[in-house]
Antibody, heavy 119, light 108 residues
Framework: EVQLVESGGGLVQPGGSLRLSCAAS????????MSWVRQAPGKGLEWVSY????????YYADSVKGRFTVSRDNAKNSLYLQMNSLRAEDTAVYYC????????????WGQGTLVTVSS | SYVLTQPPSVSVAPGQTASITCGED??????VHWYQQKPGQAPVLLVY???DRPSGIPERFSASKSVNTATLTISRVEAGDEADYYC???????????FGGGTKLTVL
């Protein structure tokens, strides 16, 4: 059974930093492209970042470019999101999701971790 | 960047058919995917590559696409179908994933 379990969310002040983790199991993590997707309270889904299988290719939404960094450790079956210079508008549930490499849809999702940016 | 437009809400009586649109110029050249999200839960893939269903998704959920509009159709709507529905494409020209704004389906 595929499982994606996010952790690391919490309350952080504006301008602060947070590192999210996503532990993967039940599939060959090193063969899967991955993404982070977020959802602000009461809002829709917003794609945040993408990372390729080897970790050498990444893309970011304009809203987080220069502040967030995605990485992975295939030996640990883990995905990460380093979030710096956090703003109130970054408040959201953050999901990690695996990507189908043929059609680029999100085939499996974690349950999400809540990040709240507030003073 | 690419923008996908969905109606904010759609209402339908039980047993009837609901149609949710996802529009943008030239969406016909993209592979469109659909997700269902119930309150407090993660999204679930409903349809991929315009009209294919993953295993386990009921045949009541179907989708199609024309030049400028993709449509998710839910037949014989049930109370349990009440949820938010999102379309999504991969914009390869800018290496961005794009979601529609989402449509809240209300079962009357």
């Amino acid at each position: 059974e595929v499982q994606l379990v996010e952790s690391g969310g919490g309350l952080v002040q504006p301008g602060g930093s947070l590192r999210l983790s996503c532990a993967a199991s039940g599939f060959t993590f090193s063969s899967s492209e991955m993404s982070w997707v977020r959802q602000a309270p009461g809002k829709g889904l917003e794609w945040v970042s993408y990372i390729g299988r080897s970790g050498s290719t990444f893309y970011y939404a304009d809203s987080v470019k220069g502040r967030f960094t995605v990485s992975r450790d295939n030996a640990k079956n883990s995905l990460y999101l380093q979030m710096n210079s956090l703003r109130a508008e970054d408040t959201a549930v953050y999901y990690c999701a695996s990507i189908n490499g043929t059609y680029y849809f999100f085939d499996f999702w974690g349950q999400g971790t809540l990040v709240t940016v507030s003073s | 960047s690419y923008v996908l437009t969905q109606p904010p809400s759609v209402s339908v009586a039980p047993g009837q058919t609901a149609s949710i649109t996802c529009g943008e110029d030239n969406i016909g050249s993209y592979s469109v995917h659909w997700y269902q999200q119930k309150p407090g839960q993660a999204p679930v893939l409903l349809v991929y590559d315009d009209s294919d269903r993953p295993s386990g998704i009921p045949e009541r959920f179907s989708a199609s696409k024309s030049v400028n509009t993709a449509t998710l159709t839910i037949s014989r709507v049930e109370a349990g179908d009440e949820a938010d529905y999102y379309c999504q494409v991969w914009d390869a020209t800018s290496d961005l994933q794009v979601f529609g704004g989402g449509t809240k389906l209300t079962v009357l």
